[in-house]
């Protein structure tokens, strides 16, 4: 069994924080700001950050800010290789280690809500990926997929993200490989790691209506910079055998776009749509998340002054806690 990351910073101080939000809500630049006033490094918790290559179109940090802050776990998987959560905790410890040997502190920053999920509670004992079924269930309709769960594990039919396949080809993956329902491997998985009452996921949000404006800018400033051209690149890469990086928002629906299947005003309408769809669904995740903070981001507050924040609300309370006060 996988058990839940542990930490052996012999200060409170060296502890991670782990911070969290909706694509847009501005955690990044939060992040960058909490890891200078800290003394900090930056561990990206992002499924398609991770992938060389995928620069524009996941708002990867740039160089300079690479330089200004040192990040860890992203450009460490080829275009064409895989990556998961299992991956993710591996990779994520070992960073902690290293940032932690240099007396810093470990700050992770992203989106990913099943990665947050692996590091802090463990990936229990669900069975490692089997590549010829992987292969089989990505090339079904995700349609055919959504009704074998529902007609095999209706409780986990109904709490799914139904439009995240990923997530239904890894149920789905499961079932067949165990013969057992996934939701009651993964609620087995939870109360035997659960470790998360010790740490504390900031969840940054913002007004609907602000960030809704926050991520019609980055879209059109993304299409501005290149991703129409850096998505052509990819292709020439192998972008379309990867089906886990094709189903990140914006380069599938430039893909559509160059294979002539809509011109690209509509293409980045939809590309707008889709990221307010899934900055939905990423708030919702987090606000079920058990031990999830939410901290609401004033339209005019700078990411200095919310770094400020985020250092008040997790003062350790007792040595070795990252705990908020009550």
């Known amino acids: 069994m996988a058990n839940p990351a542990t930490f052996h910073s012999q200060s409170p101080g ?5 911070l969290a939000g909706p694509t847009a809500v501005g955690k990044s630049a939060v992040a960058l700001a909490l890891a200078e006033q800290i003394g900090g490094e ?3 918790v992002d499924s398609m950050q991770v992938y060389c290559g995928l620069d524009i179109g996941t708002a ?7 330089r200004r802050i040192p990040h860890h776990l992203i450009d ?3 275009l064409t290789g895989r990556f998961d959560a299992a991956k993710f905790v591996q990779l994520a410890e070992r960073a ?3 940032i932690q040997s240099r007396k810093a502190t470990p700050v992770f920053c992203g989106g990913t809500g099943l990665y947050f999920q692996a590091f802090l509670e463990g990936l229990g004992d669900a069975p490692p990926a089997d590549e010829k079924l992987r292969a089989e269930l990505e090339a079904m309709p995700l349609a055919g997929l959504l009704e074998e769960l529902r007609e095999r594990d209706p409780a986990a039919f109904e709490k799914m993200d139904r439009q995240n396949p990923r997530r239904v080809i890894r149920a789905v993956e499961v079932i067949r490989l165990t013969g057992k329902k996934f939701s009651g491997q993964r609620a087995a998985w939870e109360t035997q790691n659960s470790r998360c009452e010790t740490r504390t996921l900031l969840c940054l949000t913002r007004p609907p209506d602000d960030l809704h404006r926050r991520i019609s800018a980055r879209v059109d400033e993304m299409f501005a910079c290149g991703l129409v051209d850096e998505t052509r690149e990819l292709l020439r890469r192998g972008l379309a055998e990867n089906r886990t990086a094709l189903q ?3 380069y599938r629906q430039v893909v559509e776009h160059l294979r002539g299947e809509r011109g690209l005003a509509e293409t980045i309408e939809l590309v707008k749509i889709k990221t307010r769809q899934f900055a939905k669904r990423q708030l919702t995740w987090f606000r079920r998340h058990g031990n999830c903070r939410g901290l ?4 005019s507050e700078t990411a200095s002054e919310t770094a400020a924040k985020v250092i008040a609300i997790t003062t350790p309370t ?3 806690s990252n705990r908020p006060p009550a």
Do not use: D, H, T, Y
Not at 14 to 18: E, G, T, Y
Not at 296 to 299: I, K, M, S, V, Y
């Open 248 to 250: 990140a928002i914006g």
């Open 60 to 66: 990867k940090p740039s160089p300079a800010e690479r």
């Open 296 to 299: 609401e981001l004033p339209r």
């Open 96 to 98: 902690v280690a290293e």
């Open 318 to 320: 007792a040595p070795g």
């Open 42 to 44: 930056i561990i990206s």
């Open 76 to 78: 460490v998987c080829e």
């Open 14 to 18: 060296l502890n991670p924080l782990f």
